[in-house]
């Protein structure tokens, strides 16, 4: 290896002025975040599910981490989104007391569909099914008051009033045909009526 010192190629000036650009602008862009994170009151991204925890909930809370549920799931900020049925956030707006205890309870019987974790025998969530009937009325019960408001990602019908990123993506996305085909559930009272009453009608149905 020689001591003198080579003069950088084009490709490597190239390479290192991207390389560059990108660290100053991903330094500029945290700093202006920070600022404005730091200068508003407005939280960042607005809640749109809640939770009024009762007694037995707050059991179920605690319990829902120490049995090792956020290994696979997320609630409250506890857990893991790592999947399409991962976050439990506002479950309690699609899913009853009753449905759930005995999905916890029977997974086979009233899930509804073939599962891939929960039943005896298969991965690492059959434990699940074998745990006392008291936690799992309790998990239950905290799983039934996370709710969701209208308009979160959880909930049966989409946010009030104009939304230009839903109009953004049904323009970009949704195609030619579907707009002859189906009506913007948006522009029909009547049918988000009806939306809202068959969510409220399942989830009184376990
Ligand atoms: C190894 C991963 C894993 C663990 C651990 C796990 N789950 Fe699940 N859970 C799943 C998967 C995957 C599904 C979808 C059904 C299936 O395939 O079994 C599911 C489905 C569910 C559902 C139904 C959601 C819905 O509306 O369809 C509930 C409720 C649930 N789990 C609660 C729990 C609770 C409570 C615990 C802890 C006691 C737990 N899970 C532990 C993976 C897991």
Excluded at 27 to 47: L, N, R, W
Excluded at 75 to 98: K, P
Excluded at 162 to 179: H, L
Aim: glycine share 6%; charged share 25%.
């Amino acid at each position: 290896m020689s001591e003198t010192k080579q003069p950088l190629k084009p490709g490597e000036k190239i390479l290192f002025t991207v390389a560059g650009v990108f660290i100053v602008f991903a330094i500029v862009a945290f700093i202006i975040m920070q600022v404005v994170m730091a200068t508003s009151d407005k939280p960042m991204f607005e809640t749109k599910t809640h939770a009024n925890l009762s007694e037995e909930g707050q059991l179920g809370s605690r319990l829902f981490r120490e049995r090792g549920c956020t290994t696979c799931h997320r609630a409250l900020r506890n857990g893991t989104n790592m999947g399409r049925t991962a976050d439990l956030d506002g479950i309690g707006s699609r899913r009853s007391l009753d449905w759930l205890y005995a999905f916890l309870t029977d997974p086979v019987k009233n899930y509804g569909a073939p599962t891939i974790d929960h039943a005896p025998g298969q991965r690492s969530a059959a434990y699940v099914a074998e745990m006392p009937e008291e936690e799992l009325h309790a998990i239950a019960t905290f799983l039934s008051e996370l709710i969701s408001d209208q308009g979160s990602s959880s909930a049966a019908i989409p946010p009030k009033g104009d939304s230009p990123f839903i109009d953004t993506m049904v323009n970009t996305w949704a195609p030619e045909e579907w707009k002859e085909k189906y009506k913007d559930i948006r522009d029909d009272p009547e049918a988000l009526r009806r939306a809202n009453e068959k969510a409220n009608r399942e989830l009184l149905q376990p």
